[in-house]
């Protein structure tokens, strides 16, 4: 027989780590809530047509991509696979693919409901997506994304709105983190002046991996693309650049004095660093030239965000673009969003441990089984509680009570209610606290206060 697995990349959670997962997405969700974004969802699966040509050719090939449905193969010719490109071949077998994220489907939703929503829209998102990367730490195949974008509007305020955000989570979650931005212009402008402007997507995608793969390994990478000596040259000093971010500033505006579009740039990132200070933002927030996020339809701001205390890839990104719905159709709407990395958050804070207690239990009180008369004393207040908002359920079997104590445990239970003959003559119930041992012998009708002591 065949042992069950499931495909590298996936996981399953357990009851206590979904607890956990639901602390990070309610914790995101109430956030963004505060500041006036929507919920919506779109479905799992999207035509390729929507997906394809939106994420650049590496993007292109981490689709997953579905088969038609009944013979797929019998428009295809023994010719078909031999010859032709393997490109050709899947836009006939396959129509579909699961979505690689959430702001490609979200210009496509804007575009096919523009007369029913109202712009500026603020939507948020949390579901999976997928993509076929090789799996490895921090990286996997099917994970979910925390989406907020905001549509119809120019304006800076919304960049500096989305840093707060990533802020005010991050301080919930109690994790220190470090936001680091950039500008696609001010990347442009870098191209323009080492003499390489068509180059843009190269150079971007190259710088974007200097952390990863260290200067000499992007300065191979760049020789490969075509990029002249000269001009990797130029790029080093640029890309090494040191200071705070006032200093590297100062040093761009006369790195990129004949660039009007880096010019631009450097002065949408004065912007937000000013409306940043202002407002106190506590999470470190700076100016990094290797960031470039590889994926086409950034046009201005990015950022990416970096935990301080544990090693691993970035937990949130995110930036603006200009025309992502102009190729559905709809021309004219900017765009400027992030992302939350749930998967990547959920594993920094088990490395950190620090989920608080309640995230993990999920039941606040278990009722004692003794039998079919204490059953019937105990149902009553079991749903008055749950009236109340407290979890609470009763053990199912009248079993020892070591046992149903140990469940208790397992489940990190808070309370246990014991009701015993002694208990139902006086119309009480005896709780026990599991963290300290302390019991108490309440008034049945009080027992909703049981978490107060």
């Not at 991509?65 to 077998?93: A, R, Y």
């Not at 690689?100 to 007369?115: H, K, Q, S």
């Not at 590297?248 to 990132?269: D, F, R, Y």
């Not at 102009?326 to 620090?354: E, K, P, T, W």
């Amino acid at each position: 027989m065949q042992k069950p697995a499931i495909p590298k990349g996936t996981r399953d959670f357990s009851p206590e780590e979904m607890a956990k997962r639901n602390y990070i997405f309610d914790t995101i969700r109430e956030v963004y809530r505060l500041y006036g974004f929507q919920q919506i969802e779109t479905p799992a699966i999207e035509n390729l047509s929507t997906l394809m040509g939106k994420y650049g050719e590496e993007g292109d090939k981490l689709l997953f991509k579905i088969l038609n449905s009944g013979n797929f193969v019998e428009s295809l010719q023994e010719v078909d696979l031999k010859t032709e490109s393997i490109g050709k071949v899947t836009t006939q077998i396959s129509e579909k693919g699961l979505r690689y994220d959430l702001t490609v489907p979200f210009a496509r939703f804007v575009v096919m409901n523009r007369d029913k929503i109202t712009f500026p829209f603020k939507r948020y998102q949390i579901q999976p997506v997928w993509r076929a990367d090789r799996p490895q730490k921090g990286r996997y195949r099917e994970f979910y994304q925390c989406d907020a974008d905001i549509v119809g509007s120019d304006s800076l305020l919304n960049e500096v709105e989305l840093i707060q955000i990533i802020d005010e989570v991050f301080n919930r979650l109690k994790v220190r983190v470090c936001i680091k931005i950039n500008n696609r212009k001010i990347l442009s402008g870098i191209a323009e002046v080492i003499g390489e402007t068509e180059r843009i997507t190269d150079i971007t995608v190259a710088i974007d991996k200097f952390e990863k793969i260290g200067l000499e390994k992007v300065n191979e990478e760049l020789a490969t693309k075509g990029i002249s000596a000269e001009a990797i040259e130029k790029l080093q000093p640029i890309i090494l650049l040191q200071g705070n971010n006032a200093e590297k500033l100062s040093s761009l505006k006369n790195i990129l004095e004949t660039s009007e579009i880096g010019q631009k740039g450097i002065a949408e990132i004065e912007y937000i660093f000013r409306y940043v200070e202002r407002l106190n933002v506590s999470s470190t927030v700076e100016l990094d030239l290797t960031l470039a996020r590889g994926l086409n339809y950034y046009t201005g701001a990015i950022l990416e965000v970096k935990a301080l205390d544990v090693q691993i890839g970035s937990i949130t990104g995110g930036g603006r673009y200009d025309n992502l719905t102009g190729v559905f159709g709809l021309q004219g709407v900017s765009g400027v969003g992030i992302s939350f990395g749930a998967d990547r958050i959920y594993d920094v804070l088990n490395q950190l441990d620090l989920y608080p207690e309640s995230a993990a239990a999920a039941t606040q009180v278990l009722f004692v089984n003794f039998g079919e008369k204490e059953t019937e004393y105990c149902l009553p207040m079991l749903k008055d509680l749950r009236g109340r908002g407290i979890s609470a359920e009763i053990y199912p079997e009248s079993a020892k009570l070591k046992k149903q104590f140990s469940y208790a445990d397992d489940k990190r239970i808070p309370f246990v209610a014991i009701a015993g003959e002694n208990e139902i003559l006086a119309g009480k119930i005896t709780i026990k606290n599991m963290l300290t041992g302390e019991q108490k012998l309440v008034d049945k009708d009080n027992i909703a206060n049981v978490t107060r002591f």
